[in-house]
């Protein structure tokens, strides 16, 4: 009996690492997958414009043609685009971050009569799908005379979001509530208490909050298309799409290019802040 | 005392005042009034150049007579049916395969993670080039099985499957909350499924799932929200050709409303969709309390 048992266990133990190296070959092979498009990107990018034309296809250009990324940054005034898409990101997850907060510490710790109902509707407006409001905020931002502006990508951040209002306010309540009363009995007035107590212990979620406004105006295409006229305010998503529509079947070494480099800040926002944005995720994601 | 904790509430509601003015402002002129204003404006004759003029359900009749919506409509609600299931069985099979593994999941979680964030635009251009007929790695992919790929976004039976066929690349967010709420269901669920012979698949499908079905429910909510505003993607890679095989919703809403100059027939467009959507919602949630196991009840 005594001699039984560690060999069942054995064999308990090398069915399981069978197991693990059979999901790893799956798993590998599932990303090599996933990276594919990326990789391809790349790899044409660094072609000259016969050899992108060719089959079979090379997978490693030799030599790559780097001078590809200067042709690209030169053949759309991409650093212009860049500077438009870098101005919509930061002014609105600054906006962003400072508006929600406020109004999530209005609906988490001060009490004014029909709060509650307002924050069920507030809540309830993220079902409203953005063409029924498309038309009257075009409306909107015409008479306000932003029509061709980067106003409207992140002026509107400044007052508010739904989402943002709704996840700081989860966060927010998770805040111990003797912290603030403490506060509150040595004379703190409640812009105090929000600006000294409750943001700098919200960092998490402001840093959340932040990252996904910045992804999200980084990649919005509808918005700069819906609202931008001139070629000069152009962010990099609608004068990479105008490049594509005026240069698209014929430079792909060239579009392949630009797209590398508009991926690039994304990819660079990922690596650093994967963990904030996973965590993210799963709040909104499930923790309702 | 009673007079000391008027003045305290008064001044929380001072406080108040201040603290939810933004949203106020932004409560009322981005959402409250766009809301009310297209429910009119879907009753009017109406372009943004001229006043809005009073046809009553006008928009709404003509649409029901409007060919080039039915088309819409139907190439919408097939994008949905096809990409909505798949692409959530998609992402709980690699949740699945990711939770049962202990090599490099994180690892692997970043890089199923990844495509999800890289910019529409630049995915589409990606993906254009993907299902290029003569030089695309798809189509030399199917050489390599001795298969002759079609021309994929230039056929109008081919450019739908391309467009389902690529979203596989964006399920990384549901990955990550379907990963997630599976290390939230208690271990003594898998022990006591041990003990009863189930296998590793069952215990999948038959503990996993039904315990974090509610998650499953909101993605599948969400999904549909997002699925039935597709816009971007195909607007980019085929202009909703060929022959309107890939005329989705949104775009055929957005070329009334901006190149058409049709704003009122637009909104009318926008307010049916938001009525799909409440409906189905309603409708799935209905359905799902049959099925939608919350804990502790």
């Known amino acids: 009996m005594a001699a039984l048992e560690p060999s069942l266990l054995d064999r308990k133990q090398s069915r399981e690492g069978i197991r693990q190296a059979g999901l790893f070959i799956v798993l590998g092979l599932l990303s090599i997958a996933f990276l594919l498009p990326f990789l391809w990107m790349v790899s044409t990018s660094l072609k000259p414009i016969e050899e992108t034309m060719k089959m079979p296809p090379t997978f490693i250009p ?34 962003t971050i400072i508006s929600s907060g406020l109004v999530a510490y209005g609906f988490a710790y001060l009490r004014w009569p029909g709060r509650d109902l307002f924050f069920w509707l507030t809540v309830s407006t993220m079902m409203v799908p953005f063409p029924v409001l498309m038309v009257p905020l075009y409306g909107v931002f015409r008479s306000l005379g932003w029509i061709g502006t980067l106003f409207p990508l992140w002026a509107p951040a400044w007052f508010g979001s739904a989402w943002n209002i709704f996840l700081m306010r989860q966060f927010f309540l998770g805040i111990p509530k003797d912290l603030l009363d403490a506060a509150r009995i040595d004379g703190c007035s409640e812009w105090q208490i929000f600006w000294r107590i409750v943001l700098p212990l919200a960092r998490p979620v402001l840093i959340v909050v932040g990252l996904f406004h910045v992804i999200y105006a980084w990649n919005d295409f509808l918005g700069p298309l819906l ?20 240069h698209g079947g014929t430079q792909w070494h060239l579009l392949m290019a630009a797209s590398t480099l508009v991926v690039l800040p994304v990819l660079i926002l990922f690596l650093f802040g994967q963990r904030a944005l996973i965590r993210g995720i799963t709040m909104t994601g499930f923790k309702m | 005392m009673t007079k000391r904790v008027g003045v305290l509430e008064r001044d929380e ?123 695309g790695l798809i189509n030399f ?61 069952q215990q999948f499908w038959r503990v996993t799932v039904p315990l974090i079905s509610p998650v499953l429910f909101f993605q599948f909510i969400t999904g549909i929200i997002g699925v039935l505003q597709v816009f971007a993607t195909p607007y ?62």
């Open chain 1, 62 to 95: 030799v030599p790559p043609r780097w001078a590809h990324y200067a042709e690209a940054v030169s053949a759309i005034p991409f650093f212009r685009y860049a500077w438009n898409t870098v101005v919509v990101c930061v002014l609105g997850a600054a906006g």
């Open chain 2, 141 to 201: 992919g199917l050489k390599g099985l001795g298969v002759q790929g079609p021309n994929w976004l230039s056929e109008p039976a081919w450019a739908m499957p391309a467009l389902v066929f690529m979203g596989f690349w964006g399920v990384g967010h549901s990955v990550v909350i379907f990963l997630a709420s599976f290390q939230e269901v208690p271990v003594e669920m898998y022990e006591a499924a041990e003990l009863d012979g189930a296998s590793k698949l």
């Open chain 2, 13 to 135: 509601r001072k406080w108040a005042a201040v603290f939810m003015a933004p949203w106020l402002l932004g409560f009322a002129v981005f959402l409250a009034f766009p809301l009310a204003a297209s429910l009119f404006y879907s009753l009017c004759d109406y372009s943004v150049l001229a006043r809005p003029v009073w046809i009553g359900l006008g928009n709404y009749v003509d649409l029901a007579d409007d060919d080039v919506f039915w088309i819409s409509l139907k190439n919408t609600a097939v994008f949905a049916v096809f990409a909505l299931p798949l692409g959530l069985l998609m992402s709980l099979s690699l949740a699945g395969l990711l939770h049962a593994s202990t090599v490099g999941r994180s690892f692997f979680r970043a890089v199923f993670f990844l495509p999800s964030l890289v910019p529409v635009v630049a995915n589409a251009i990606v993906w254009m080039w993907m299902f290029n007929g003569e030089y």
């Open chain 1, 227 to 246: 609202y931008l006229t001139k070629q000069e305010t152009y962010t990099l998503s609608l004068g990479l799409q105008f490049f594509q529509s005026q």
């Open chain 2, 236 to 297: 980019i890679m085929t202009r909703g050709g060929p022959a309107r095989a890939t005329l989705f919703y949104s775009m055929y809403l957005f070329d009334n409303a901006f190149r058409y100059m049709r704003m009122g027939y637009a909104c009318a467009m926008a307010w049916i969709l938001f009525l799909i959507i409440l409906v189905l919602t309603w409708a799935a949630a209905r359905i799902s309390a049959r099925f939608v196991h919350y804990q502790g009840q």
